[in-house]
């Protein structure tokens, strides 16, 4: 075995048999015409190559599975010196019967082999592979060749062992030729493997001679590809376009900054004006064609289109603006829809901010709510799902002018999944790391009647977006009367996913209704939820614990939890009740979910945490024994239990059972125990 300082994919060439695990099942030890002895001692490349020789679809489809695996078997240099050659010679090559699946993983096996087996820049001999893979007829196969191709050609950093020139020369030759393929199933892979291509070119060909001839041809290939007469073609450029506007855009160290995702691209004009004069016709066409599967593909990558005119917005109410207009009105749904999904991204890409761009802004709101009423329910809800994030862009006035009056309506829409979607939205707007926006006011007057409908919903999964995010809003619940009503009635839910978002809740609502209200509303419900059958309603309760003490305090859970559940231990004769109830105790040594602090805990309220957790260990089922040395250890860890407790009780406790304990675990987790420290 290699030291743990040696990198994964480091193996020295393994002469000898696969490792024991590896070896072939019987069915294909009986498709190759040796011995089991003799297949056993067989060196794995040996195996590989036997496997595939077979007439056995089974035993190819199985080596194939394997190939990376073969390749860390025998190492780098064998791998690149003779498996790669192998394949190469015998595997996707013109006129060959090879199955589709066995094409197929192997499109996925060359990619797990790169960085890790075989470095970035000696990954040259998998190019012309990749190259007949993509031009294969079925289309998963071509697909997944792309994905391969694109993901290891920006590793092909020059410093190789290849001549100066080579990899650039290689990508725009194989670019190229699959462009120029008589078949269209080339070309289709030509569109997607360009956006890769093109970077590789804008990242390391900056001081090659022909290297903005290089990258002009390559531009002038997807525009030719984006007006080819096969309606698949034009539909693969329009697929890849946003990537290939990004791949033109381009990074430099000046010009301005723009964000896109979390990340920052710095686009020069130079690129931009590459974007703006040549790509940009290119979107209009496709965003027109005459095929809806390829109108649909464009309008998708208006928000790439938007990034890779800097989000300037003069340029982009030229250019992208007109075609979210005409996809909103569009006569194909799949269009509309298409666009609706990505709606938030393409608004955010237009740089339509301040005051002076307000008229363009207000507009891009009009059509977004035109989409939220459209006629199609697919359309509908992929509106809905970019609602928070729309207010995030537009503020508060636009969405309560824009937005909000259409709420009501898609809160009653006949379709389950609109709202569902508009649910989980509305909770989004809620959370301040989503939507800081909407104030407090506009929450309570535009989502208080929708909450209480949805609270009401004959679909439980509607409710449980609500009530799963509902803490969001916790601080306003005692002014949602009727929400807060409708939780109570819920914790008796036939849907145990329903009861145990309540019971997640309902500390919460101690804090916002004050624990007179919980004692008074909310107790009984809690310890029902407490015995629940299923066992993850169960621990909805053991984790609420923490907020509960942080919102109650010390004597109050003393006074009001705790006999509850010393009388539901005692009584009980389900070690799962027993488990439950000290997780509980343990839990109130733990950190408040989000906070990086424990709950100051009472002396006497330790002590009985404590003595309930002690009382568990001596349990007759191991389980339980187990759950009480676990709940001592998170004691220890919270640093809270005092010198004399800990010293007196715990210690002396724990180091019995490891002496006298017959459950294996019990007794490592009792060792645990008694190592934790704060």
């Not at 005409?326 to 955010?348: E, I, N, P, Q, Y």
């Not at 724990?654 to 675990?665: G, I, R, W």
Request: proline share 4%; charged share 20%; glycine share 6%.
């Amino acid at each position: 075995m290699p030291e743990e300082s040696t990198p994964k994919w480091s193996h020295a060439p393994i002469a000898g048999p696969l490792a024991s695990g590896t070896t072939p099942a019987l069915t294909l030890a009986r498709s190759l015409q040796c011995s089991i002895e003799d297949l056993t001692k067989m060196p794995p490349l040996d195996l590989f190559i036997a496997q595939l020789s077979s007439d056995s679809t089974e035993a190819r489809v199985d080596a194939m599975k394997k190939l990376a695996l073969v390749g860390e078997a025998i190492g780098t240099e064998d791998t690149i010196t003779k498996l790669i050659p192998y394949l190469d010679k015998n595997l996707a090559n013109e006129g060959s019967e090879d199955d589709d699946e066995i094409l197929l993983l192997l499109a996925g096996q060359i990619g797990l082999m790169v960085p890790g087996l075989i470095p970035g820049h000696r990954a040259m001999p998998l190019l012309p592979i990749l190259e007949r893979l993509c031009s294969i007829e079925e289309t998963v196969v071509r697909d997944k060749a792309v994905e391969t191709t694109s993901a290891i050609v920006p590793l092909l950093m020059p410093g190789g062992d290849y001549e100066a020139g080579q990899p650039f020369g290689m990508l725009l030759g194989m670019a190229k030729r699959l462009a120029g393929a008589d078949w269209f199933t080339a070309k289709v892979s030509a569109a997607g493997i360009l956006p890769a291509t093109y970077a590789f070119w804008n990242a390391h060909g900056q001081g090659l001679e022909n290297a903005d001839e290089a990258r002009r041809e390559l531009r002038a290939i997807f525009k030719d590809l984006s007006e080819d007469d096969t309606p698949m073609v034009r539909r693969s450029a329009a697929r890849h376009l946003g990537k290939f506007v990004e791949a033109v855009a381009g990074m430099t160290e000046s010009a301005e900054v723009v964000v896109k995702g979390g990340k920052t691209l710095v686009i020069s004009d130079a690129n931009r004006g590459l974007v703006t004069f040549e790509l940009v016709p290119i979107f209009q066409a496709l965003s027109s064609d005459e095929q809806d599967s390829v109108r649909l593909l464009s309008v998708s990558c208006a928000g790439s289109m938007g990034c890779g005119l800097a989000m300037n917005a003069g340029f982009t109410a030229e250019v992208v603006l007109p075609v979210v207009k005409g996809g909103c009105s569009d006569l194909s749904w799949r269009v509309r829809h298409h666009l609706a999904k990505v709606f938030s991204t393409v608004a955010g890409s237009m740089g339509f901010t301040g005051p002076k761009n307000a008229q363009l802004q207000t507009e891009v709101f009009q059509f977004f709510s035109t989409l939220l009423q459209d006629n199609e329910a697919e359309v509908r809800a992929a509106a809905v799902e970019n609602i928070a994030r729309m207010a995030q862009l537009g503020g508060a006035e636009l969405f309560q002018t824009h937005i909000a009056p259409i709420l009501p309506t898609l809160a009653d829409d006949l379709v389950m999944e609109v709202r569902s979607k508009l649910a989980q939205t509305l909770m989004d707007c809620c959370d301040p790391s989503i939507c800081n926006t909407l104030n407090d006011e506009i929450i309570l007057e535009e989502f208080k009647p929708l909450l209480e409908n949805f609270l009401n919903d004959e679909f439980a999964e509607v409710q449980l977006h609500i009530l799963t995010k509902l803490s969001r809003v916790s601080h306003l619940l005692g002014k949602m009367d009727m929400v807060v009503s409708s939780i109570l009635q819920m914790a008796r839910a036939q849907n145990w996913r329903v009861r145990e978002a309540v019971g997640r809740l309902l500390p919460f609502l101690a804090e916002a209704c004050g624990v007179a209200f919980f004692e008074e509303h909310l107790l009984e419900s809690w310890m029902k939820i407490m015995l629940d059958q299923v066992a993850d309603v169960r621990v909805a309760c053991v984790d609420g614990m923490p907020k509960l003490l942080s919102v109650s305090g010390s004597e109050w859970i003393q006074q009001h939890i705790l006999p509850h559940y010393t009388t539901m231990y005692e009584e009980s004769t389900s070690y799962l009740t027993r488990i439950t109830v000290l997780r509980s105790y343990a839990a109130l040594a733990q950190k408040v979910e989000g906070s990086e602090t424990i709950t100051s805990i009472s002396a006497p309220l330790m002590e009985q945490i404590v003595n309930m957790l002690l009382k568990g260990l001596k349990d007759g089922v191991a389980n339980v024994r187990l759950i009480s040395a676990r709940g001592l250890g998170i004691v220890n860890v919270s640093g809270q239990c005092d010198d004399a407790i800990m010293n007196g009780h715990i210690i002396p406790a724990l180091t019995e059972c490891v002496s006298n304990e017959e459950d294996a675990d019990c007794k490592y987790q009792c060792q645990l125990a008694l190592e934790a420290k704060a």
